[in-house]
């Protein structure tokens, strides 16, 4: 019996199929002549393939080809037998030419003289399918198969309509760059709202509208003996307020691009004012709060206005200041220059006008704190260059003062406790007018933060002993920045774990954090020890975890079995407390790196689907991958930088920046270089 090989432009002999059940290489009945198709031909009507022939895992297509997650193929197809018996397929798979048509027949046993496989029995109507072998199929490359029934005893004539398919892998990377610019602990200046800005402010939403109108628009002191009272009115940042901050500024600015042309020098650190205590924030825009782990930049205060009034609350005289505040944590010694813990505190406060009818005006900063071990210096105050300026705040209105000059207020506090306390804050300005004995008046600045948010408290700690005491803001969330130049692959691999699990953990585009599993945890381990990295990671790929390699090209190199989320989170699959916790790391989604076969360098993160049919299906609640042992174990080295003081529960972000321009996990997402 001779069939066409459709597209292929040859005759050659229909397979026989092994016994039943088998999967031996078939011969071929060439040698037959007509009498005996005929006498085969009388044993009934023959079987036939399905009309759609599909490949997997998942068994799912992209565009007109079916695209294969893991270089263990199955392939399958109906059959069919009008007489009811069991039949199998014969498949055979080619590779293509560029215009997509049969190219040469791919050897799927290895044979050299057939090449193709050949499934068990099924009954009529069935699904009949055959795994090819690793190895033999190579990701990234385009193939065609088509299958041939079998019913024991008669032939199919024809072959069921070819099938294309791809493996393609999830992700597609390089091997490791040779070196990268990439930053792995860099990060952003985040902008903020403050949650307690005190009774004269409106509380703000994330997104900058009104949550809270203002209680207290002005306070008022008590009368003095004439009948006079000093008040204070708080305003948010106006335009004019803000237009004032930009012209300073603007000329700050102009300042140091002279002073850079001299120096040599050009960042922000180099061309801050000296009085700055957060060299960063000079520049930043008005009516905004912003910080970093260590400093916030406090300039959504906006102005205030003194006002001197009589006894039928008739203005007298009137002044007004713009305000702003820094904070500074130090988080060791090397940054603090002390031996304790220490964070440092500042008011920039800056006159507009004052009338002379005040004759003077003293302004003291109340920065308070509540903390059980610390010790705060007085408030020391210096002008805009940094000089000292007396134990006051202070403006003399004698006719010749203006342009009045600002005043910085500074206060350092150290923390000589043990083990770690979070410090609230408060602050008010306190103001008196030379006009009267006894006028006074007080204006709440607000808090570090209500109980649910504290987002200005600092935190001081002793449990990094390598690192000295010190503290930190750790509302704060911290970025790492995983390698993607030199670690492809497990960046590959943390990119698409964020995209497919249920939390989406340390992805920013989910706004999923991961917490940190510090040395202060409460949680034990059976030895009655604080859990800790090493206890979660063998749930998930200890010992006793059934993780097995899975075969892969041997310019891989040496690989080992990798989690996410990672051991040292409270995300990890293997941490008790864990939204994610799963008895072994059987439970996890399974997958692996490969080379690519499409004549690329590159190299693939596909299925291992040795356990789960078809791979991950989005429902597990962890991962484990084999990738290059040398990735995985460098891509988090260095976490947590030490100058991030990170304790147990702190959030971070991880992001992969050679894959954040990807957009879904559905299609192949190819690494992207970044930097130089």
């Not at 930053?183 to 004269?200: C, H, L, M, V, Y």
Request: aromatic fraction near 8%.
């Amino acid at each position: 019996m001779l069939v066409l090989l459709a597209g292929v432009g040859t005759a050659t002999a229909a397979p026989t199929p092994p016994a039943p059940g088998g999967n031996a290489a078939p011969a071929t009945l060439a040698a037959a002549g007509p009498q005996d198709l005929t006498a085969l031909a009388a044993g009934g009507e023959r079987p036939a393939s399905g009309s759609a022939p599909a490949a997997g895992p998942k068994f799912t297509k992209s565009g007109t080809a079916w695209r294969v997650i893991s270089p263990d193929v199955v392939l399958r197809n109906t059959v069919t037998d009008p007489d009811g018996d069991t039949a199998n397929l014969t498949f055979q798979v080619y590779t293509t030419n560029a215009d997509g048509t049969p190219k040469a027949q791919v050897d799927l046993d290895g044979s050299g003289q057939y090449g193709v496989l050949v499934s068990p029995y099924v009954a009529s109507g069935s699904l009949a399918k055959v795994p090819v072998p690793y190895g033999i199929l190579k990701p990234g490359v385009l193939y065609k198969f088509r299958t041939s029934a079998f019913d024991g005893s008669l032939y199919e004539t024809t072959w069921s309509p070819w099938a294309d398919f791809r493996i393609d892998p999830y992700m597609k990377f390089p091997a490791p760059q040779t070196s990268s610019t990439i930053d792995k602990t860099a990060q952003e200046i985040d902008e903020f709202t403050r949650s307690n800005p005190g009774p004269a402010l409106p509380t703000l939403n994330a997104n900058g509208t009104v949550k809270r109108q203002a209680t207290q628009k002005r306070t008022c002191g008590t009368a003095d003996a004439q009948g006079r009272k000093l008040c204070i009115e708080l305003s948010p940042p106006t335009a004019e307020s803000k237009a004032r901050a930009k012209k300073r500024i603007e000329a700050q600015r102009e300042t140091a691009e002279s002073k850079a042309r001299v120096t040599g020098h050009s960042s922000a650190a180099a061309v801050a004012p000296a009085v700055e205590l957060v060299d960063w924030c000079w520049d930043k825009p008005a009516g905004k709060d912003y910080m970093n782990r260590t400093d916030a930049c406090l300039k959504s205060i906006g102005s205030g206005k003194l006002a001197f009034v009589d006894t039928d609350n008739a203005e007298i005289g009137f002044a007004t200041f713009d305000f702003e505040q820094r904070i500074k944590t130090y988080p060791n010694k090397s940054a603090s220059g002390s031996n304790f813990a220490e964070f440092d505190q500042q008011i920039a406060i800056r006159p507009v006008s004052i009338d002379q009818v005040l004759q003077g005006v003293t302004m003291k900063w109340n920065a308070g704190t509540t903390c059980q071990s610390c010790v705060t210096s007085n408030v020391k105050w210096t002008d805009g260059q940094n000089n000292p300026s007396g134990s006051t705040a202070y403006w003399d209105v004698d006719g010749t003062s203006p342009p009045y000059g600002e005043r910085w207020g500074r206060t350092t506090t150290q923390w000589n406790g043990t083990g770690k306390e979070t410090i609230d804050l408060g602050w008010s300005v306190t103001a008196t007018v030379d006009a009267s004995d006894t006028a006074i008046a007080t204006a709440s600045f607000g808090t570090s933060g209500t109980s649910a948010m504290r987002e200005l408290a600092p935190r001081c700690d002793d449990y990094l002993k390598s690192s000295a005491p010190g503290c930190v803001l750790p509302f704060f969330k911290l970025t790492w920045t995983a390698d993607t130049n030199l670690y492809p692959a497990a960046g590959a691999y943390y990119w698409y774990m964020q995209q497919v699990l249920p939390d989406h953990a340390g992805s920013k585009r989910w706004d999923s954090l991961m917490h940190y599993l510090g040395p202060d945890t409460t949680v034990k381990n059976s030895a009655g020890n604080p859990w800790n990295s090493d206890n979660s990671r063998n749930v998930i790929c200890g010992a006793s975890s059934a993780w097995t390699i899975h075969p892969s090209d041997s310019s891989v190199g040496d690989v080992q079995c990798d989690e996410f989320a990672m051991a040292s989170t409270h995300e990890s699959g293997g941490y008790p407390k864990s939204v994610n916790l799963v008895t072994s790391g059987t439970k996890c989604a399974q997958l692996f790196t490969d080379k690519m076969g499409d004549g690329s360098a590159n190299f693939g993160l596909l299925a291992d689907t040795r356990t789960v049919a078809n791979g991950p299906g989005g429902a597990e609640r962890c991962g484990r991958a084999a990738i290059p042992k040398i990735q995985n174990q460098m891509a988090f080295n260095g976490f947590p930088a030490p100058q991030w003081r990170m304790l147990d529960g702190d959030g971070f972000f991880v992001t992969l920046p050679g894959y954040e321009h990807c957009t879904s996990a559905a299609t192949t997402c190819t690494w992207k270089k970044i930097g130089s």
